[in-house]
């Protein structure tokens, strides 16, 4: 893989290539260095002709608040709404300065209008709360994207980790999809946590019970998987080839799941060499593989 492809030095890439086997015997710390190796990168990515207005409430917590980033020009644009992991006891819209403002530069510059959102984490609040939360993100972009050139009738989501997680549950889950409707034309689920467990070795086992409570007895009845039979529009699903234990098989039992139900699979990605948090923080570098394929997701869809 050349830095021509990734966007990154050799040695950095070597250095990720190091990391990636051992992705999981030190999450944190990986995810660390991973975030300080993209950071001055990203820090160079092209930017320019996109106005980001920042802290844009959509709700009355100090949370339910997004960012807007808009092309210099453009009307009637595809609106792509991201949302960050964090196991859902953490995680910010702005990780650091550069990530994960970085994913939506990138679609701002591939001419949509992006939107970077927020919200509330647990314990404070519980499951379904937070997929409440991205529904009052998709409101406001239905009531105001045309102000910003973006066409309210063509939003698309795209949710990373557990932020894959509180997206599916908002488009699948009867309990969550408003009556009204989930108001999206398509979906991209990175890395999700599609089913809720509290396994030995998960090593997100608390951020699962801080949100969904102890009783184990409930995860299969608040899985995203179990609810696949509900998803009513289009999907495309993306993994790591090194993932937080178990997040690439979840990945896999959805896409089953879906392909079973429609008889014919969605689009499904292994992103070779990835590890979980650079599914994001590569987007506008000058490695563009999935970005470019999350754009002729939109544009099939329409």
Not at 16 to 28: K, N, S
Not at 39 to 56: I, S
Not at 85 to 108: I, M, P, S
Request: charged residues 25%.
């Amino acid at each position: 893989m050349s830095a021509s492809f990734t966007g990154l030095g050799a040695a950095e890439q070597r250095e990720l290539d190091e990391i990636g086997p051992r992705w999981g015997h030190d999450i944190q710390r990986h995810r660390d260095r991973v975030l300080e190796i993209y950071r001055p990168y990203l820090a160079k990515a092209p930017k320019e002709g996109v106005t980001v207005t920042r802290d844009v409430a959509y709700g009355s917590h100090p949370r339910q608040v997004l960012d807007v980033f808009r092309p210099q020009s453009g009307e009637r644009m595809p609106v792509v709404i991201f949302v960050h992991g964090g196991a859902f006891v953490r995680g910010n819209k702005d990780v650091n300065d550069e990530v994960y403002a970085n994913v939506l530069y990138f679609f701002a510059r591939n001419d949509c209008l992006g939107i970077n959102a927020e919200y509330r984490l647990a314990p404070e609040v519980r499951y379904p709360d937070v997929s409440h939360d991205l529904g009052g993100a998709v409101s406001w972009a239905r009531a105001n994207a045309q102000r910003f050139g973006g066409d309210p009738q063509r939003i698309f989501f795209i949710g990373h980790s557990a932020g894959a997680t509180h997206l599916a549950t908002y488009v699948c889950d009867p309990h969550v999809r408003p009556t009204a409707g989930h108001g999206l034309r398509g979906i991209v689920l990175l890395s999700g946590r599609l089913r809720a467990d509290a396994r030995a070795d998960n090593p997100n086992a608390a951020g699962v019970r801080a949100y969904y409570g102890d009783d184990a007895s409930r995860y299969e009845a608040v899985s995203p998987v179990s609810h696949a039979a509900n998803l009513d529009i289009p999907v495309l699903i993306a993994i790591a080839e090194y993932e937080n234990p178990l997040l690439d098989i979840y990945g896999a039992e959805f896409l089953h799941r879906i392909s079973a139900i429609r008889g014919r699979a969605p689009r499904f990605i292994q992103m070779a060499r990835h590890n979980h948090i650079t599914m994001a923080a590569h987007f506008n570098t000058a490695e563009d593989t999935l970005g470019r394929e999350i754009l002729g997701f939109i544009a099939r869809v329409g």
